[in-house]
């Protein structure tokens, strides 16, 4: 069964840090390029980050700029997605994906398989 799990969201004040993780099962990220997306309530999914599969390509949505790092561990079969400086408005349900694509992309429509979602909350 293939299966994308995110964990490592929860609480925290506004400055602090979370590292996101997606880990991949019954099948290989290796090929496929991964993407951080995230929702919060009442808006529109919006794609945070991406990585191509081979060459480390990554594009950011400018809101996370110098604040949010995708990075991945092939060999752990899992992608990360370190945040730090966060902010309020960086409250959502954030969610990662795999696309049959090796090229980054911010498109979700691009992407065939979703994990269940973390919840990330900042407040003070």
């Known amino acids: 069964q293939l299966q994308l799990v995110e964990s490592g969201g929860g609480s925290v004040q506004p400055g602090g840090s979370l590292r996101l993780s997606c880990a991949a099962s019954?099948?290989?990220?290796?090929?496929?390029?991964i993407g951080w997306f995230r929702q919060a309530p009442g808006k529109e999914r919006e794609g945070v980050s991406c990585i191509s599969s081979t060459d480390g390509i990554t594009y950011y949505v400018e809101s996370v700029k110098g604040r949010f790092t995708i990075s991945r561990d092939n060999a752990k079969n899992t992608v990360y997605l370190q945040m730090n400086n966060l902010k309020p408005e960086d409250t959502a349900v954030y969610y990662c994906?795999?696309?049959?694509?090796?090229?980054?992309?911010?498109?979700?429509?691009?992407?065939?398989?979703w994990g269940q979602g973390t919840q990330v909350t900042v407040s003070s």
């Open positions: 994906a795999a696309t049959a694509f090796r090229e980054a992309t911010m498109y979700s429509a691009d992407y065939d398989y």
């Open positions: 019954g099948f290989t990220l290796d090929y496929h390029a």
